[in-house]
């Protein structure tokens, strides 16, 4: 026995849509949890600070989180494909030493590039080669490698900071038109993940492998070349990171350069913005709007002159409100 169900009459959905309110429609838009809090934060800000909505100030904003937005637009893309990378910041530490190492020696700025790039890719490249052959958790290989790599950015600095002098200045300090070099970097790396993902079989091909490994397997896709694939990305990414904040500090030191925190604060970028942790989703837009965020944050942490003790936590109160925002946001999206 069938059961026929009534046709809705002609014009019921539209009135439907018509139906709903502003705040309803404000909802429905992507992010709109991301952008309220970061409309609440720069409001709140501004009222607070004649300076913070200067070109100047701006401009300085998205200048200080670029080395973030580089690490972050290859961590979307890796997890993205339900990978997870903790060792980038440990990558920059290591490559930003290594090149300032053969820079202080007198070796040439292009050579110093070539090796810091070739060194990140490779650190990539043995971190997507354990996860995929070992099956350990990518989270416990990382983690593991992080810490290493703390460890040797120590061993080439010797406890000492490397000074490189003027060398690689230009992309740490100068601008073109008012707009600095590292911004530029940053937004092109950003600019072309998003494509990768929106416009490729290689971004297509991610979102199915972190949807679900197995059936992307059996669709034909070469999941092992194309998870080396993302972590040599990650690794080389990490290795221009590295270059840009050793250009931008003029040397690299113990503990100042990379690390856990800058990962941490990379991580917590990419899941603000709405990728997620599991695979299978991810927005580079959602992922610029959380380093934005951050960067707005500390930026209004340093002008209303808090202590920087509170950037940690801040940071921390961000991303949890930011997330319940976001999963909310999703929960109401996916009722019919």
Do not use: C, W
Not at 99 to 115: I, N, R
């Amino acid at each position: 026995m069938s059961v026929k169900t009534r046709p809705e009459a002609p014009g019921a959905t539209d009135r439907q849509a018509d139906s709903r309110g502003p705040l309803d429609v404000l909802r429905g838009l992507p992010h709109a949890g991301l952008l309220a809090v970061l409309a609440l934060v720069v409001v709140l800000t501004a009222v607070q600070s004649d300076t913070f909505a200067t070109d100047r100030n701006l401009v300085n904003i998205l200048s200080q989180v670029s080395v973030n937005a580089v690490l972050a637009a290859g961590l979307t893309l890796l997890m993205t494909a339900g990978g997870m990378d903790f060792s980038m910041g440990g990558n920059v530490a290591v490559t930003a030493a290594v090149a300032a190492k053969l820079l202080a020696d007198g070796h040439a700025t292009p050579g110093a590039v070539a090796v810091a790039l070739l060194l990140g890719t490779g650190i990539g490249l043995v971190n997507g080669l354990m996860v995929t052959f070992t099956r350990v958790a990518p989270f416990v290989v990382t983690l593991a490698s992080a810490t290493l790599l703390d460890g040797v950015a120590l061993l080439v600095q010797d406890g000492n900071t490397i000074s490189i002098g003027t060398r690689m200045f230009a992309l740490g300090n100068d601008k073109v038109l008012g707009i600095p070099y590292l911004l530029i970097v940053a937004v092109l790396v950003l600019l072309a993940t998003g494509l990768v993902l929106r416009f490729t079989v290689f971004g297509r091909d991610a979102f199915a492998i972190g949807g679900n490994e197995h059936v992307a397997r059996l669709t034909g896709i070469n999941v092992t070349a194309r998870k080396l694939t993302l972590y040599g990305l990650t690794g080389t990414l990490s290795g221009l990171a590295g270059l840009m904040l050793l250009s931008r500090l003029g040397s690299s030191s113990p503990g100042g350069t990379g690390g856990l925190s800058l990962q941490l604060a990379v991580v917590a970028a990419v899941v603000i913005g709405g990728t997620s942790l599991a695979g299978g989703h991810g927005t580079v837009v959602g992922t610029a709007l959380g380093l934005v965020l951050l960067g707005v944050v500390a930026n209004a942490l340093n002008l209303l002159d808090f202590s920087s003790n509170y950037q940690p936590v801040s940071v921390g109160a961000v991303l949890l409100v930011a997330a319940i925002a976001n999963e909310a946001h999703k929960a109401r999206a996916a009722r019919p």
